[in-house]
């Protein structure tokens, strides 16, 4: 009767820790090699997230609660690091962007630079 409860157990254990797979914190845009010069949002983050996310992720829809249809939002948004761990299919994160390929690495580096020099 102990085994059997015992054995329950771990395979309880074992499907629970198969379907749940949590986050796992990366620092992505510290490990960033940032050579072009400042990232600015006005001149090459707005436009990339304009033609990438925010057809989804505005004032209005926010799908997965976000919102990168401003600067402050999207700041907030990226220094979270949520948003980075989904544009790189960080484990634990959905991959974005949703129904579309994943964005180039020149894209997600733009991304990770911007973070990694202060959002501006």
Not at 16 to 25: D, K, L, T
Not at 69 to 92: M, N, Q
Request: charged share 20%; proline share 4%.
């Amino acid at each position: 009767m102990i085994f059997k409860k015992y054995w329950e157990a771990i395979c309880l254990a074992s499907i629970v820790s198969c379907v749940h797979q949590p986050q796992v914190v990366h620092n992505y845009a510290q490990e960033a090699n940032c050579t072009n010069g400042e990232i600015t949002y006005a001149v090459e983050v707005k436009p990339l997230l304009e033609s990438q996310c925010t057809s989804c992720h505005n004032t209005s829809r926010r799908a997965h609660g976000i919102d990168l249809s401003s600067y402050s939002t999207a700041k907030s948004a990226f220094l979270s690091d949520e948003a980075l761990c989904s544009v790189h299919y960080g484990r634990g994160c959905h991959p974005m962007p949703e129904n579309a390929p994943k964005l180039s690495e020149a894209q997600i580096q733009t991304l990770d630079c911007w973070v990694k020099g202060g959002c501006k």
